[in-house]
C-alpha cells in the first residue's frame, strides 16, 4: 500500500514545497522539505504496532496508529485508510497516546485535500485531554483546555478566513458567552449556542453602527436598537436579521422618523413627534 506523504515542521504549517514519496506499510521513511529556503531532512526506521513493540490483534474502532511510538490515536469520527501520523509521547497499558506529546498526521490524498495537523499538549486514551493546541497546515487553531479531544470549558479557535472566536465552549463548539469577530470586521460579543450568536448581544458593524438586541441563529432576531454611523438611533423590530414593519428613528437634532419595513426594505418614512 503507497502513501502520499508531505512534510512540516514544529508550529504553522508549511513554507514551500516539500518532496513527497510513497513508502510500502514495511519499509523505512526517507523524504525532504525545504522549508524556508532550509533544507530538512527526516529519517524513520519502521517501528513494531502496540506501546510494548508486540503486534496488535485490531486496532479500534475510530483509531489510528502512529508510525514513531506505537500508539493508538484519535481520528476524530473519520475512519481513514492511509492515514500516517507521529507521536512523540508514550503509549498507556492498553496502548493509547497518553501523557504530553506532540501529534501530527496527513489525512490521504482521497481526501478534499491532504495536510498535516498538527496537535500538542495532553492525552488520554489517544486525544487531547487538559491544556493543549490544535493547528492544521492552513494555518487554522484552536488553543484551551480539552476533554476527549473537544474544547471544553474557556478557549480560542481562529481561521485563516478571519473568523475569530474567544469564550465558552461545549463539547468543541461556541456555547455560553464570547466574543466572535468575522472576515469583515464585524464584531459580536454576547450569548452563543451551538457554535452560532443565540440570545442576547452587542454587533459593532465596520461602519461605526451598533446593534444592541436579541439574535436566532446568529441573525438579528426580535426587537433591538441602532446606533447608528450617522448619528441616529433607529428602534424596530428584526425578522431573521432584516428589520420588519414598524420602526421609530431618532436624529441627533431631536426629529423623529417613523418608518415602516419590509424584509429589510424601507417602504415608508414620515415625520413623527418623539416620544
Same mark, same amino acid.
Not at 432576531?221 to 425578522?239: A, C, E, M
Given at each position: 500500500?503507497?502513501?502520499?506523504?508531505?512534510?512540516?515542521?514544529?508550529?504553522?504549517?508549511?513554507?514551500?514545497?516539500?518532496?513527497?514519496?510513497?513508502?510500502?506499510?514495511?519499509?523505512?521513511?526517507?523524504?525532504?522539505?525545504?522549508?524556508?529556503?532550509?533544507?530538512?531532512?527526516?529519517?524513520?526506521?519502521?517501528?513494531?504496532?502496540?506501546?510494548?513493540?508486540?503486534?496488535?490483534?485490531?486496532?479500534?474502532?475510530?483509531?489510528?496508529?502512529?508510525?514513531?511510538?506505537?500508539?493508538?490515536?484519535?481520528?476524530?469520527?473519520?475512519?481513514?485508510?492511509?492515514?500516517?501520523?507521529?507521536?512523540?509521547?508514550?503509549?498507556?497499558?492498553?496502548?493509547?497516546?497518553?501523557?504530553?506529546?506532540?501529534?501530527?498526521?496527513?489525512?490521504?490524498?482521497?481526501?478534499?485535500?491532504?495536510?498535516?495537523?498538527?496537535?500538542?499538549?495532553?492525552?488520554?486514551?489517544?486525544?487531547?485531554?487538559?491544556?493543549?493546541?490544535?493547528?492544521?497546515?492552513?494555518?487554522?487553531?484552536?488553543?484551551?483546555?480539552?476533554?476527549?479531544?473537544?474544547?471544553?470549558?474557556?478557549?480560542?479557535?481562529?481561521?485563516?478566513? %478571519?473568523?475569530?472566536?474567544? =469564550?465558552?465552549? +461545549?463539547? $468543541?463548539?461556541? #456555547? @455560553?458567552?464570547?466574543?466572535? /469577530?468575522? &472576515?469583515? *470586521?464585524?464584531?459580536?460579543?454576547?450569548?452563543?449556542?451551538?457554535?452560532?450568536?443565540?440570545?442576547?448581544?452587542?454587533?459593532?458593524?465596520?461602519?461605526?453602527?451598533?446593534?444592541?438586541?436579541?439574535?436566532?441563529?446568529?441573525?438579528?432576531?426580535?426587537?433591538?436598537?441602532?446606533?447608528?454611523?450617522? %448619528?441616529?438611533?433607529?428602534? =424596530?423590530?428584526? +425578522?431573521? $436579521?432584516?428589520? #420588519? @414593519?414598524?420602526?421609530?428613528? /431618532?436624529? &441627533?437634532? *431631536?426629529?423623529?422618523?417613523?418608518?415602516?419595513?419590509?424584509?429589510?426594505?424601507?417602504?415608508?418614512?414620515?415625520?413623527?413627534?418623539?416620544?
Amino acid at each position: 500500500m503507497k502513501r502520499l506523504l508531505l512534510a512540516t515542521v514544529a508550529g504553522f504549517g508549511l513554507v514551500g514545497n516539500a518532496m513527497a514519496q510513497g513508502i510500502d506499510e514495511a519499509s523505512s521513511l526517507d523524504f525532504t522539505a525545504v522549508v524556508d529556503g532550509m533544507e530538512l531532512r527526516l529519517e524513520l526506521a519502521p517501528v513494531a504496532v502496540g506501546s510494548t513493540g508486540a503486534a496488535v490483534a485490531a486496532v479500534p474502532d475510530g483509531y489510528g496508529v502512529d508510525r514513531a511510538a506505537g500508539c493508538f490515536y484519535r481520528l476524530d469520527g473519520q475512519v481513514l485508510v492511509d492515514e500516517f501520523a507521529l507521536w512523540s509521547g508514550s503509549c498507556d497499558e492498553a496502548g493509547y497516546a497518553s501523557g504530553d506529546g506532540e501529534l501530527r498526521y496527513v489525512y490521504p490524498s482521497g481526501a478534499p485535500e491532504s495536510f498535516i495537523d498538527f496537535r500538542r499538549g495532553s492525552f488520554r486514551a489517544g486525544a487531547l485531554d487538559g491544556p493543549g493546541l490544535m493547528v492544521s497546515l492552513q494555518g487554522d487553531y484552536k488553543a484551551g483546555v480539552f476533554r476527549d479531544g473537544r474544547l471544553q470549558g474557556r478557549g480560542e479557535e481562529r481561521r485563516v478566513s %478571519g473568523h475569530s472566536y474567544e =469564550g465558552d465552549f +461545549v463539547d $468543541g463548539r461556541a #456555547e @455560553g458567552e464570547g466574543a466572535l /469577530r468575522y &472576515p469583515d *470586521g464585524t464584531f459580536y460579543r454576547g450569548a452563543f449556542e451551538s457554535g452560532l450568536p443565540e440570545g442576547f448581544g452587542r454587533v459593532e458593524f465596520e461602519n461605526g453602527s451598533v446593534f444592541v438586541g436579541p439574535l436566532h441563529s446568529g441573525k438579528m432576531h426580535g426587537d433591538g436598537q441602532v446606533n447608528s454611523y450617522d %448619528g441616529s438611533v433607529l428602534t =424596530g423590530h428584526w +425578522v431573521e $436579521g432584516l428589520l #420588519e @414593519g414598524d420602526a421609530l428613528r /431618532r436624529w &441627533p437634532n *431631536g426629529v423623529c422618523e417613523r418608518e415602516i419595513f419590509s424584509r429589510g426594505d424601507r417602504i415608508l418614512a414620515t415625520g413623527v413627534g418623539c416620544f
